[in-house]
Antibody
Framework: QVQLVESGGGVVQPGRSLRLSCAAS????????MHWVRQAPGKGLEWVAV????????DYTDSVKGRFTISRDNSKNTLYLQMNSLRAEDTAVYYC???????????????WGQGTLVSVSS | EIVLTQSPATLSLSPGERASLSCRAS??????LVWYQQKPGQAPRLLIY???NRATGIAARFSGSGSETDFTLTISSLEPEDFAVYYC?????????FGQGTKVEIK
């Protein structure tokens, strides 16, 4: 069965960096586009970033462009989110999510990890 | 960016009742509308994709309908495990965006 396990969250001061990881198992990771979606405490869902199945293309929501970098290591079945210049408004649970279709980005999130909490505070 | 507005914010119903949740888009999304369920402390779960297609393993009491700008998620007869927050999401226009959610609570 599909399993996604995030790690790397924690408390960090504004302006500092953090790298999240998402370990995937139970499917052919290298065939699927992957996303990060976040949820601020008590709030709704916000799409953050996507990376194509082969890592050749990526995109971000405007509020994180230039600060966050999504990447993947298909040999390790792992997705990453490098977060730099963190702000208080980045505080959220960060979920990794698999795109439903192989080879293409359809933006249907059919499997989710349990999430990792990032808290940006001085 | 397409804005999705869900209503009502909260729906108070009893087990066995029918629930109808609305999602309205600020512009047409064709049928590229997705529904998720989220329970407290859990990740979202895919329910319906492309307006009316149930995801794998989703009970038949969940159904989706609509097109263009107006969509409905219907739960035909609420089970205790259905009390949760429901989000719609559009994938018609980049970036994908979510509605603010509808909480279905026990009356």
């Amino acid at each position: 069965q599909v399993q996604l396990v995030e790690s790397g969250g924690g408390v960090v001061q504004p302006g500092r960096s953090l790298r999240l990881s998402c370990a995937a198992s139970g499917f052919t990771f290298s065939n699927f586009g992957m996303h990060w979606v976040r949820q601020a405490p008590g709030k709704g869902l916000e799409w953050v970033a996507v990376i194509f199945y082969d890592g050749t293309n990526e995109d971000y929501t405007d509020s994180v462009k230039g600060r966050f970098t999504i990447s993947r290591d298909n040999s390790k079945n792992t997705l990453y989110l490098q977060m730099n210049s963190l702000r208080a408004e980045d505080t959220a649970v960060y979920y990794c999510a698999r795109d439903r279709r192989q080879w293409m980005v359809h933006s249907i999130f059919d499997s989710w990890g349990q999430g990792t909490l990032v808290s940006v505070s001085s | 960016e397409i804005v999705l507005t869900q209503s009502p914010a909260t729906l108070s119903l009893s087990p066995g009742e029918r629930a109808s949740l609305s999602c309205r888009a600020s512009q047409s999304v064709s049928d590229l509308l997705v529904w998720y369920q989220q329970k407290p402390g859990q990740a979202p779960r895919l329910l319906i994709y492309d307006a009316s297609n149930r995801a794998t393993g989703i009970a038949a009491r969940f159904s989706g309908s609509g097109s263009e700008t107006d969509f409905t998620l219907t739960i035909s007869s609420l089970e205790p495990e259905d009390f949760a927050v429901y989000y719609c999401q559009q994938r018609s226009s980049w970036p994908p965006t979510f509605g603010q959610g509808t909480k279905v609570e026990i009356k």
